[in-house]
T-cell receptor, first 112, second 112 residues
């Protein structure tokens, strides 16, 4: 089945230790997104790619970076995780142009 | 004013009841609207897109009121399995089809 896959499901990292979360898709969608969701809050858009065109939200901290080496894969790099970065990280895709989002099952990040 | 606002609830309703949620949005140029359902500690899943003419899918009816800038979701004959958080998603504006913003979600609890 075509889908969005995130790995790992659960990630534990130490304060300040870089961590990378990965997302892959078989939907062949143009747009890939990274959202951060903290407990009892709405998902917050960090950035998105339209093909190779990177779009950063104005309030996304510099600590968060992303790479999209090809259509299928997208990575979220957190350079120096703080305790406040503990959250669920959701990858999503869309065809763009006012179409809905398709989410992966998320990576829950714990920072110790 | 938040870009997308929802009553957080919780809405506690008995099985079989009809319940409705509203979601207001601030950008009059928004073009695409969606309702998502999110279960605890899971990813959001698309429930339905919202079209100008209104649309229905089984027990669920979505409507758009552009003049007052809100969308609504009506659930008839509530089931226990409808208990979840319902998120409305709106794009940021006419030229931002890819920029999708979430409301804070409305929590629904259906009781026996």
């Amino acid at each position: 089945d075509a889908m969005v896959i995130q790995n790992p499901r659960y990630q534990v990292t130490q304060f300040g230790k870089p961590v990378t979360l990965s997302c892959s898709q078989t939907l062949n969608h143009n747009v890939m997104y990274w959202y951060q969701q903290k407990s009892s809050q709405a998902p917050k858009l960090l950035f998105h790619y339209y093909d190779k065109d990177f779009n950063n939200e104005a309030d996304t901290p510099d600590n968060f970076q992303s790479r999209r080496p090809n259509t299928s894969f997208c990575f979220l790099d957190i350079r120096s995780p703080g305790l406040g970065d503990a959250a669920m990280y959701l990858c999503a895709t869309s065809r763009g142009g006012f179409t809905p989002l398709h989410f992966g099952n998320g990576t829950r990040l714990t920072v110790t | 004013r938040k870009e997308v606002e929802q009553d957080p609830g919780p809405f506690n309703v008995p099985e079989g009841a009809t319940v409705a949620f509203n979601c207001t949005y601030s950008n009059s140029a928004s073009q695409s609207f969606f309702w998502y359902r999110q279960d605890c500690r899971k990813e959001p899943k698309l429930l339905m897109s919202v079209y100008s003419s209104g649309n229905e899918d089984g027990r669920f009816t979505a409507q758009l009121n552009r003049a007052s800038q809100y969308i609504s979701l009506l659930i008839r004959d509530s089931k226990l399995s409808d208990s979840a958080t319902y998120l409305c998603v709106v794009n940021k504006g006419n030229n931002a089809g890819n920029m999708l913003t979430f409301g804070g979600g409305t929590r629904l609890m259906v009781k026996p």
